[in-house]
């Protein structure tokens, strides 16, 4: 048996550059953990690419993701599995990794046409959105879905009171 199609999503981070150049434009470009897939992410993810004709999503690698505080035993799925369930999604295009705090190098590499985050963020106040504006690109901001998110899962599977 011949392993998914959607495995063909996935992108070395050397090979990312050449990979977004192929796909339709306009291409948006997001970025995170994705550690426990649920329908927030989905959601998110799916509309992030109606912003656009293809959705490049980067992951953080697992030693980014454990900088971000998130907890010791995070991230509770390793980079690969993450990346095959992302890719897995059909509203995603490509997936590929960064190794940084920030994607910042990566999305000076990539230049995607729309920089799309989640609502917690403010735009104007980060560095992605600065580069991708200086070469015409657009920095969105998507609401949240309320209700979900992965460290509230993690604790509710744990049985921790304030899960809620």
């Avoid at 339709?24 to 997001?30: D, H, K, N």
């Avoid at 920089?115 to 998507?142: F, H, N, R, S």
């Amino acid at each position: 048996m011949k392993p998914p199609a959607f495995l063909d999503k996935i992108s070395a981070r050397d090979d990312a550059r050449a990979r977004v150049a192929a796909l339709p434009p306009p291409v948006v470009f997001t970025n995170g953990v994705f550690d426990v897939l649920h329908c927030g992410h989905a959601t998110y993810l799916a509309q992030a690419r109606e912003l656009g004709a293809s959705l490049v999503v980067a992951l953080n690698t697992d030693a980014s993701a454990r900088r971000l505080g998130k907890g010791p035993e995070r991230p509770l799925n390793r980079q690969e599995d993450r990346a095959g369930l992302i890719a897995a999604l059909e509203s995603v295009s490509l997936v590929t990794w960064f190794d940084e705090d920030t994607p910042l190098e990566l999305i000076s590499e990539l230049k995607p046409d729309v920089l799309v985050k989640g609502g917690d963020y403010d735009m104007d106040k980060l560095a992605e959105t600065a580069v991708v504006k200086a070469y015409g690109g657009q920095a969105l901001a998507i609401p949240f879905v309320e209700g979900y998110s992965t460290t509230a899962l993690v604790k509710k599977i744990r049985g921790d009171s304030a899960a809620g």
